[in-house]
C-alpha cells in the first residue's frame, strides 16, 4: 500500500559526497516520520537521520555536521545530503516512512535499501 523508492546510493573516494533520495507513493492520508537508517555488515541497523511532523530533525550524534535531512512534502520526498564521507559510514542505508493510510490506518514501511561504499 505504501511504496518507498530510494536512489542515490554508489561508490565514493573519502571526502567525497553523496544524496540519497526516497520517494513514497501510495494510498498515503499523512506521513509523520520519514528518514534514513544504515546497517554495516555485522553491526546493528541503526538511525541516521529523520524528519518528523513540524519539521523536526534527529540525527545520529555521531554524524551531525557531516549529514543533513531535508525533505518535499509535497512530493513525501525525503533527501540526505552526506558528505565528508569516511570508510566507517559504509553501509547499506535504508529509508523509513510512517504515518497513516486512509481510513487512519497506520503504517511502518521501510525501502529495500541502497548501498553506499566509501572507499579509503
Known amino acids: 500500500q505504501v511504496q518507498l523508492v530510494e536512489s542515490g546510493g554508489g561508490l565514493v573516494q573519502a571526502g567525497g559526497s553523496l544524496r540519497l533520495s526516497c520517494a513514497a507513493s501510495g494510498s498515503i492520508f499523512r506521513i509523520n516520520a520519514m528518514g534514513w537508517y544504515r546497517q554495516a555488515p555485522g553491526k546493528q541497523r541503526e538511525l541516521v537521520a529523520r524528519i518528523i511532523t513540524g519539521g523536526i530533525t534527529n540525527y545520529a550524534d555521531s554524524l551531525k555536521g557531516r549529514f543533513t535531512i531535508s525533505s518535499d512534502n509535497a512530493k513525501n520526498t525525503v533527501y540526505l545530503q552526506m558528505n565528508s564521507l569516511k570508510p566507517e559510514d559504509t553501509a547499506v542505508y535504508y529509508c523509513?516512512?510512517?504515518?497513516?493510510?486512509?481510513?487512519?490506518?497506520?503504517?511502518?514501511?521501510w525501502g529495500q535499501g541502497t548501498q553506499v561504499t566509501v572507499s579509503s
Open positions: 523509513n516512512a510512517a504515518g497513516l493510510l486512509g481510513y487512519a490506518r497506520p503504517f511502518d514501511y
